[in-house]
């Protein structure tokens, strides 16, 4: 049975790469459908029934998850203020486990001065433009009642400028002076992308802050430091019980004399691993280790830092191929990830919050391309995370506020995300673009997706491609 599930979903991959050679030279016409015929109606699968059969490891359940990213701020606003929030979340669950999701992951969630919240305030507390921390738990609590997990944002590189660690840390001397990064004189060193990264601070001196002078660096050689990073892990596995963390900016969080990947950073990273297994060896880790597949894999392959981590070289990749008509370059990344990552710990994605959604990275025939960019996300070795509104086809280049608009539900005012003004216009587009224009259309991006994915729940072969080789070793496809 499993053997046959194996070489049943290898000739699914390879049906839907030599959909990619088919479709991409020639100009299909919007409709176009890959070979995957969409499932019958989508109302509420039985996850259940399913998860009877898969074999693999009940403690590595992310290699059987869907993953879905989403920025609460744009998601679904329950309460007409115009911000998406986790009541807005929670009220479609329903849509979500339809979808197949079964993982959730929340870009910051913690108070921030910022939209994004990528500067932290607060690590103990929720975003109280998304609600207080007692909606938060009953998001998690109606997410788990359909088995979908929910990992948050942790953003452990930084913290707010505004954050009371860095105002009192503007005192030498203070209790948390050490918390931060300073000189007496401006090193004029730059940061890992050539960037400035030392500002003078009020107090004269000078900091450490690689991504804005409103994100100072944190200084993980100070153990108060360490110890607060796994505080605040332990307050939100145990006390608040969210599944796990996708940590921002990981290749940074220590210097020695490297300012990315150092050794001391995959040190500390092995000492919060062990912390956190210990509290529990269910959560799960991913990491946003922005660099090629040879510097991620350091970061999970000793299993003893994280999880899982972004693989940035697939999602490259595949936009690659879909743009140029080409797939050598897709085929080469899709045998080094299953070579460099054996046990699929590889997280994929098409795009994320930081890129150009994919339907605004094609010229021609986009919704045909967006079909065979989600084929080859949702039947790849690895994890797969969509990121919202992909299902849909949502448009949106740079400046990155307009790579995070509102939700698109439905072509009502508000477009169904917000009955208030929303907190940044919604795209032109969402008469036509919306989640209730494709539902039930089996010729839909939303219900190829869909199909995708109860596939992927339904064949354990998808989920770990302990990979059999149909004639070659090195050439699985
Ligand atoms: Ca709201």
Redesign the pocket.
């Known amino acids: 049975m499993k053997n046959w599930l194996k070489i049943h979903s290898v000739l699914l991959l390879i049906a839907v790469l030599t959909a990619c050679t088919q479709i991409m030279p020639t100009e299909t016409p919007p409709t176009a459908r890959p070979t995957v015929e969409p499932a019958e109606t989508p109302p509420t699968p039985s996850p259940t029934a399913e998860a009877a059969e898969i074999p693999t490891s009940p403690e590595k359940w992310w290699n059987e998850t869907v993953f879905y990213e989403i920025f609460v701020r744009s998601f679904r606003?329950?309460?007409?203020?115009?911000?998406?929030?986790f009541?807005?979340i929670t009220e479609k669950l329903d849509y979500l486990q339809a979808l197949g999701i079964t993982g959730l992951w929340l870009m910051p969630i913690n108070p921030s001065p910022s939209y994004h919240g990528y500067d932290v305030t607060d690590y103990y507390a929720a975003n109280p433009?998304?609600?207080t921390m007692d909606d938060f738990k009953h998001l998690l609590e109606q997410a788990h009642e359909r088995d979908i997990k929910i990992i948050i944002d942790f953003v452990l590189n930084h913290t707010s400028a505004k954050h009371p660690w860095f105002q009192a840390a503007l005192t030498p001397g203070s209790e948390t002076y050490n918390y931060y990064v300073w000189r007496d004189t401006d090193p004029g060193t730059p940061g890992p992308w050539g960037a400035q990264a030392w500002y003078r601070a009020s107090n004269g001196q000078y900091y450490y802050a690689i991504f804005w002078d409103q994100m100072p660096d944190l200084n993980y050689n100070t153990p108060e430091v360490r110890e607060n990073a796994k505080q605040i892990t332990a307050f939100w596995l145990e006390d608040v019980g969210v599944d796990g963390f996708r940590l921002d900016a990981v290749r940074y969080l220590v210097e020695d004399q490297k300012i990315a990947d150092s050794d001391s950073n995959h040190s500390f990273l092995a000492e919060w691993g062990a912390y956190y297994r210990s509290l529990n060896p269910r959560a799960f880790t991913v990491g946003e280790a922005w660099t090629d597949n040879a510097n991620v894999k350091p970061y999970i392959s000793t299993d003893t830092e994280l999880d899982a981590a972004f693989n940035f070289d697939l999602s490259d990749a595949i936009l690659d191929a879909l743009n140029t008509s080409n797939n050598t370059l897709l085929r080469f990344v899709l045998q080094t990830t299953i070579r460099d990552f054996p046990d699929q710990d590889n997280a994929n994605f098409i795009t994320n919050h930081d890129m150009n959604r994919v339907m605004s990275q094609f010229s021609a025939n986009k919704e045909g391309k967006a079909k065979v960019a989600a084929a080859i996300l949702l039947t790849a070795p690895g994890i797969p995370f969509m990121y919202y509104g992909e299902e849909i086809g949502m448009s949106g280049a740079k400046p990155d506020e307009l790579i995070r608009t509102p939700m698109q539900w439905s072509n009502d005012s508000g477009a169904g995300f917000?009955n208030?003004t929303p907190w940044e216009p919604i795209n032109d587009d969402f008469p036509i673009v919306n989640v209730n224009a494709q539902a039930g259309d089996p010729t839909s991006l939303l219900e190829h997706y869909r199909a995708l994915i109860q596939l992927r729940n339904a064949h354990p072969a998808l989920q770990d491609l302990s990979l059999i080789h149909i004639s070659e070793p090195t050439r699985p496809y």
């Open positions: 606003d329950s309460d007409g203020d115009g911000i998406g929030d009541n807005g433009d998304y609600g917000s208030g």
